[in-house]
C-alpha cells in the first residue's frame, strides 16, 4: 500500500495547477484556471457532448471539479441548503449571457455549483433575492447593471476579493469537512499506539500537508498517573511525499545531499525546558503558524539547535500540541512545500481537530496497553511458570487465550507432586473469560494446591473445592478434573466435576475416551462426586483439556471429542507401535485442528506420559517402632543398593535411614514404612502415623539429638515432608553415581 496516498475520500483544497499530473496525489491541491469559456455560451470553449468527464468517485484532482455534460438541464433546487443572500453568490466568470440567457451553472458532488451557487438558486424564472435579471434589449457584451461585473465578491472570512476560478468559501469548506471526518474515521481505527500514529501521518500526507512530523512524550503517562522528571518529547514517525513527487525539495536539511530522507530532518529526542518558547506553545494548546514570533523560536528547540534547517517561508508549517485527557502529550508539525499554496486560517481547525483525535486515540491506546499487558501478566502468574519434574511422568502444557483483546480466562491446569512419588493432575475452567474469571481461578487453583498437599482422595478434593466455589459466590461456577497417578502401581485415579472426560493414547496407536463420572459442576452444592480407579500402562498419554479445544459455534463437545481422538490416533500411527509420539509434537498437533471459527474460549490443555516404575527398581519393608528398626533398616537398604549395583551410595544411605526411621519410631505407634525407588535418582522415603512435620533447626552445643534433619539436608540431593491422611512422610532424594 502505497503510503503517500489516502484512499478514504479523495479531498481537494484548491483546483489543481496547469499541467499537473493528474494521478499526482498533491494535484488535487494545487490551482489551475477555469478554463476559458466560448463568447455568449454557457459551456467552456472546448467542451460540448463529446467532454467526457472523470467518473465519480476517482482519485483525480478534479473529482470534484469537472460537471457532467447536460448537467445545466437536469439540475433540481438544492432543498438542503438555503439559499444565499447577493453577498455570499460568488462573481461569474463571464460576467453574465446575453439575451437573457442564465448564467454556467455546473452542479459539483456536493450539491454546490464550481462557480459557488446551487443550479437551483441558477434556475430561470422569477427573481431571487440578491439577484437582477438582465435586461433582453442590452447588447451582447453589455455589462449587467444589476451584476457587479467588474470585480469578484470578496471572501466573507478574509474580505479579499475571490478570483476567478478560484473555490469559493463555501465549496472550500465542504471539502474540509470531507477530509476531517476521513481522517478522523482512520485514526480511530487504529487499536495500538502505532496504529494511531500511522493513520494520523497516512491521512495527512499528501492531502492536507507535504510532510508531517509527530512527537510524543517519552515515557507517555498512562491515565492519571503524574509523570516525573523533564518533559521529554521524541520523534516517533515522520511521513513525506516520495522525492519523486516532490522535487523541489523543500524543508529539507540543507547539507544533507539526499532530501528525500525525512527523518533527518528533526532531532529524535528533544527536552523542553520550563518557560522556553516551545514550552509557552505547547502550553497554549492551540495550533499556530510557524511564521509567528514565538513558534518561530520554538522549532529550533524541537527540530534541534545544531542543524540549519531550510523550512519553507510564510504560512506553510503548523505547529499543532497533541492533548490528551490530562496533559499534552506530543506535538505534530505539518510543512508544505514552496510549490503548494500555503496554509490558510481555516487549517488551524483542521490541524486542531487532528491533533484532538489523534491525541485522544493515543491517550486510549496507553491505557489499554497498560490494561492488556495487566491481564497478561495476571493470566501467566495464575498457571505454573514451569510443570514440575516427577518421577515416573512427563508433561507438557498448552494455554491459549480466546483472542488477543481477552487474554484473561477462567481455565487453568497444574501439576502437584504427592508423596510416594505419585502426582496430582489437574485441568479446570471457570464460566468466562474475564478479570473477575481470572480471580476465581486463582483461588481455586490454590485450593486445589492446598488440598493436595494434605493428600485427600480426589472426590474429597472437588468436594472441598465445591465448597469453596459457594463461598465466593453463589454464581460462581466452574467445572474441574482431579487424577492422581501412581508409578508405582501403574494406576490412575480419577473424579471429575461437570468436565469434559479425558483421552488416553495407548502405546500401540489405539486413543480411547475414559469413561468417568460426569459429575455436577463446581459451585451447585450439595452433590457427591464419585472417583474411579483405572489403569495406566506404561508409554500410555492421559490428555486433559477444557472445551474450548473440542467445543465451539460450529461443532458440539461430542463431535469435538471424537475428532480429537482420532487426531490423536492419527499422530500416533506417524511413530510407529513401539514408539509414543513427543509430548510437545503432539501438543502442536492437537493445536492444529482448530479451525479458523474454532476460537470462541480459552483453551488449557495437560498431557502426561506415564513411563512408571518397573517392580524391579522398588523395595518397600515394613519395620516395627522398636529400638532395633534402624539397625535393621541399614541392612535392608544395604542389600537393595547391592542388588541395584550402587554399593557407592551405601555409606550415605545407611546413615541418612538410620537418622530418619529412629525419628519416625521414637513416635510412631504403627508400623513404620520404608521405600527406596531407583529411577534417574535414589529416592527413599519413610512413613509413619504421626501427622507433625519435622522442623530443620540448629542444634545447641549441649544438645543430644536434634542433627539428623541437619545431615540430611547437607547430604541430600532434596528432601522434605509431606502430611497425609494417616500420618506423614519423610524422604529424600541422592544423585546416582
Known sequence: MDSTRVTEHPTSFDRPSTGADPTDPRGALLRTPVPPRAPGSGLPAQGGADQTPPAAGEDSPGAFEHSQPGAEQAAEPDTHRPRPGSEGVPAQPDGGQPGGAPPDVTPSADGVSSGGVSAGSASAGGGQAGLVRPDPGAPAGAPDPGRRAASPDPDRRTGQPTAPGRPTPMRRDGDRLRFVGAATRRIARGMDLDEIVMGLCRATVPTFADAILVYLREPLPVGDERPTGPLVLRLRRTDRIPAERDTEGGFTPAPQPEPSELETVGAELCEVRPGSALAEVLRGVRPVFTDTPAARAALPELLGEDRDFALPDGRRAILAPLRGRRRVIGAALFLRGPERIAFEADDLLVAAQLATHSALGIDKAVLYGREAYIADELQRTMLPENLPRCTGVRLASRYLPAAETARVGGDWYDAIPLPGSRVALVVGDVMGHSMTSAAIMGQLRTTAQTLAGLDLPPQEVLHHLDEQAQRLGTDRMATCL???????????????????????????????????????????????????????????????????????????????????????AATAQLTGPDHPPPLEALCDEVLDMLGPGDRDDDIALLAARFDGIAPSDVSYWFLDPEDAAPGKARRLARRALARWGMEDLTDAVELLVSEVVTNAVRYASKPVTLRLLRTDVLRCEVGDDVPQLPRLRQARATDEGGRGLYLVNRLARRWGATRLSTGKVVWFELNRG
Open 482 to 568: 482431579y487424577a492422581v497417578y501412581d508409578p508405582v502401581a501403574h494406576r490412575i485415579t480419577v473424579a471429575n466435576a461437570g468436565h469434559p472426560p479425558p483421552v488416553l493414547l495407548h502405546l500401540g496407536g489405539h486413543a480411547e475416551v475414559l469413561r468417568v463420572p460426569a459429575g455436577a459442576p463446581i459451585g451447585v452444592g450439595g452433590v457427591d462426586f464419585e472417583a474411579v480407579e483405572l489403569d495406566a500402562p506404561a508409554g500410555a498419554t492421559l490428555l486433559l483439556y477444557t472445551d474450548g479445544l473440542v467445543e465451539s459455534r460450529l461443532r458440539d463437545v461430542w463431535t469435538g471429542i471424537e475428532q480429537l481422538r482420532e487426531r490423536l
